[in-house]
């Protein structure tokens, strides 16, 4: 497995923000957002112990937890997007989304970006961006270019909408012409492995209406931004202002636990269904339902999505006065608890730099990551329990890990 940092963190346990390694030193997690109420919450460790303790089964069976689970979930959705399958990892999410939408179109299609990530299976491995699969990329996929803030597709951040749709609309037409024509648009809302650009609400409405014309569907893969970590609304899709029709879930639906979803309208699952007939021993157990359900309660009982909001504003605030204080830190964005700074040097992404920064960082104790074309860009996602002091600690300890290696 791949490790972060030169030297990897060997955890020995968590708790909120805060992780601790084998020699008992403390660290301010900046970066985990599968723990997405915090490391260890009470509640989520509660609910999946009495469900364990109580029935734990494969789903052959029918138990009242997944639909009250699908019930609460779905109800934080629109346009008709009521009906869920359970699974156990985003990247089984993405590829059942991949079929419902072959199956409903009966196209093979997928128009994704050029610097993505949607999982691991055979299917998804398709659209990532990383490593390129043995082989080469297969006929019926295209990957368009990504939205960016410092190096904007087609030139200028005014004309990227109008530059993104073009490139959508060049592989609708070569899909078509190549006799595959196009499934789906697959998409993260927050286009988080791409760096997370600044974009406004609208900006995919024309790249989304050409692929509508040409009969395909949207997936939005909600496993980053979704559960209301950007703070201005649950789901990135809202915060876009676009309506899709299927929605991926993953990482922070269970608090760690192993569960993921994929939630849809009824006729795009009946026509999933009839075409493939789906089963999953583990998705929608009983103990994922429940460890699932308790998120989602502790998620609305603690404020987290109006504590995303007010903290990560609070934090960008802060980042940008670092910002100020240092040259090689050409941008500062995010929305809600996702945010971060990209480095730049004398006119070019600054790659090595900001992977010293991620030590410099780690052996400062605070730990976080990087993200981007080129790997230049401070991510910062933690827990959702993060707080004002928190923000304080992390700003402090950047500004003084900038001075030590620039």
């Not at 789903?59 to 699908?70: N, S, W």
């Not at 093979?108 to 961006?129: C, E, K, P, R």
């Not at 904007?152 to 073009?166: I, L, R, T, W, Y």
Request: hydrophobic share 40%; glycine share 10%.
């Amino acid at each position: 497995m791949t490790t972060f940092y030169r030297q990897p963190v060997h955890v020995a346990r968590g708790e909120g923000v805060w992780l601790w390694d084998t020699d008992g030193r403390r660290y301010l997690d900046c970066y985990n957002n599968v723990p997405h109420v915090g490391h260890c919450h009470p509640r989520v460790v509660e609910a999946i112990a009495g469900q364990a303790a109580t029935l734990n089964t494969h789903t052959r069976y029918v138990h009242d937890a997944i639909l009250d689970y699908g019930e609460a979930l779905t109800a934080k959705f629109d346009h008709d997007l009521d009906s869920m399958v359970m699974v156990c990892s985003g990247s089984e999410a993405n590829d059942v989304a991949l079929r419902m939408a072959q199956a409903v179109t009966g196209k093979t299609g997928i128009i994704g970006t050029d610097n993505t990530y949607h999982g691991n299976t055979t299917a998804v491995s398709q659209l990532n961006s990383s490593k390129t699969p043995i082989g080469g990329y297969l006929d019926h996929v295209r990957q368009v270019p990504a939205p960016d803030n410092m190096q904007p597709v087609g030139g200028s951040c005014a004309g990227q909408v109008e530059a993104f749709a073009k490139g959508v609309e060049q592989a609708i037409a070569e899909l078509e012409a190549s006799g595959h024509g196009v499934s789906t648009l697959i998409v993260c809302p927050y286009f988080a492995n791409e760096g997370f650009p600044t974009l406004e609400r609208g900006f995919l409405d024309r790249a989304i209406a050409a692929v509508r014309k040409a009969g395909g569907l949207i997936i939005a893969d909600e496993v980053q931004p979704g559960f209301g970590r950007i703070g201005s609304h649950w789901w990135g899709h809202e915060k876009l202002g676009f309506a899709p029709d299927i929605v991926t879930l993953g990482k922070p639906m269970g608090n760690g636990h192993p569960v993921a979803a994929v939630v849809t309208r009824p006729d795009i699952l009946t026509a999933f269904q009839e075409q493939f007939k789906y089963f999953n021993t583990f998705g929608g157990n009983p103990v994922s339902a429940a460890a699932a359900m308790a998120v989602l309660q502790v998620i609305e009982d603690e404020n987290l999505v109006q504590n995303a909001a007010d903290v990560g504003a609070y934090a960008v605030d802060l980042l940008r006065q670092v910002q100020v204080q240092h040259d090689v830190i050409a941008d500062v964005r995010g929305s809600g608890l996702f945010f971060g700074a990209e480095l730049w040097q004398d006119g070019a992404p600054a790659t090595e730099l900001c992977a010293e920064m991620v030590d410099a960082m780690r052996e400062r104790g605070v730990l976080l990551h990087s993200v981007g074309r080129h790997e230049n860009t401070l991510k910062v996602r933690p827990p959702c329990v993060f707080s004002r002091a928190n923000a304080d600690q992390l700003a402090e300890t950047l500004d003084a890990a900038m001075r030590a290696v620039t």
